[in-house]
């Protein structure tokens, strides 16, 4: 089965800390793995999109890593500040006849001024 | 520069009416995706379309339908509204499987 899980559920962090969300896939036969940024009540905005032959992307100061073999990866925020509080989802789309986007349940982030 | 738009963002229904959410792009994406997120559970796929004309069931399509008559537009049509389907709905595009852009979600309760 295609699952995808989001290590810590939640995190809070003071102004300034340097974080590392973490996301976990059971399928490395993955076509892309995408990082989205959801606010309180608000729809998704992309964020950082890895194809299947990348390592990492990198946008700012975000830096998301991928490594199929091990079917994880991680989204690096350097410098958080208090705006980067949102929650912070994985969604790892597999292509093919399925063509499902699967998602995780994300990581609530708190970052504390 | 629209994206995807959804409509209504807030819905009030009462058990068994029936009613349609809207999605449109602009940016002439042939894929089309509806999700339902519900609190804590991650955002389930319902239906989803590879272009015009052609539809399939996602992982959560019971008591909703689709339909995907042009490139823009994909309705999302729920008959017999029951509590369960109290959620937040998610419209989303992607041209080929390249990135996916997300309209700002409608907010349904069923009482």
């Known amino acids: 089965k295609q699952e995808v899980t989001q290590i810590p559920a939640a995190l809070s962090v003071p102004e300034g800390e340097n974080l590392v969300l973490n996301c976990s896939f059971t399928d490395s036969a993955i076509y892309n793995l995408q990082w989205f940024r959801q606010d309180p009540g608000k729809g998704l905005t992309s964020l950082l999109l890895?194809?299947?032959?990348?390592r990492e992307q990198t946008s700012g100061r975000l830096n998301a890593s991928l490594d199929k073999s091990s079917g994880r990866s991680t989204l690096y925020i350097a410098a958080s500040q208090p705006g980067d509080s949102a929650t912070y989802l994985c969604?790892?789309?597999?292509?093919?006849?399925?063509?499902?986007?699967?998602f995780g349940t994300g990581t609530l982030l708190a970052v504390q001024p | 520069n629209a994206g995807v738009t959804q409509t209504p963002k807030f819905r009030i229904l009462k058990i068994g009416q029936s009613m349609t959410l809207q999605c449109a792009q602009d940016m002439n994406h042939n894929y089309m995706y509806w999700y339902r997120q519900d609190p804590g559970m991650g955002l389930k796929l319902i239906y989803y379309s590879v272009g015009a004309g052609i539809t399939d069931k996602g992982e959560v399509p019971n008591g909703y339908n689709v339909s995907r008559s042009t490139t823009e537009d994909f309705p999302l049509r729920l008959e017999l509204a029951a509590p369960s389907q109290t959620s937040v709905y998610f419209c989303?595009?992607?041209?080929?499987?390249?990135?996916?852009?997300f309209g700002s979600g409608t907010r349904l309760t069923v009482v």
């Open positions: 969604a790892v789309h597999y292509g093919g006849a399925t063509n499902k986007l699967i």
């Open positions: 989303a595009s992607s041209l080929t499987n390249y990135g996916y852009t």
């Open positions: 890895i194809q299947s032959s990348q």
